[in-house]
């Protein structure tokens, strides 16, 4: 693997890139957990009047049955209308895939958006299910046999890690 891109330079990065295309009036909604991190630095960055949402995929994952997932998770706090919305799912990364499928499966149980735009920090490739990202801070490949997770620090500064499964 080569050396990973600082968090805070990627998300510098992934605002540079949405910033045409984004209105005040999209709304970002971070799947739980490094997504609402990163959907929070987004939308103050980007200056979006409306409010950010989070949303939690645990019940909509396809390996719910073998394990998968966390259960009882946070529930989802969509506090807009989605009806019609301009929606940008926001994670840390994107990898299977399978995530942000489950995302669209709960975000359509508040309604049909007219757009959804994805915006990651890294993807790490993988891909399982046709998903590609609109807006990545940075493109890498990593072993099947590791994971990249973001960290959060007391200070509030982000930081990936890459561990063993």
């Known amino acids: 693997m080569s050396k990973l891109t600082p968090a805070s330079e990627l998300s510098r990065r992934l605002a540079d890139a949405m910033r045409p295309t984004v209105t005040a009036d999209t709304v970002l909604i971070g799947i739980h957990t490094g997504g609402v991190w990163i959907a929070e630095r987004l939308h103050e960055v980007l200056g979006i009047k409306a409010p950010m949402g989070s949303i939690d995929v645990s019940y909509h994952r396809d390996d719910l049955h073998m394990g998968g997932g966390r259960h009882g998770g946070r529930a989802s706090q969509l ?15 994107l990898a299977t895939g399978r995530t942000i499928r489950a995302a669209m499966n709960e975000l359509f149980d508040y309604g049909r958006p007219a757009k959804i735009d994805l915006a990651v920090l890294v993807d790490r490739g993988g891909r399982e299910l046709p998903i590609a990202a609109t807006w990545c801070g940075e493109a890498l490949t990593l072993p099947a046999s590791q994971m990249l997770e973001l960290t959060k620090d007391e200070q509030g500064d982000l930081a990936f890690r890459v561990t063993e499964k």
């Open 79 to 93: 506090p807009f209308d989605v009806e019609g919305a301009h929606v940008v799912i926001v994670d840390d990364v």
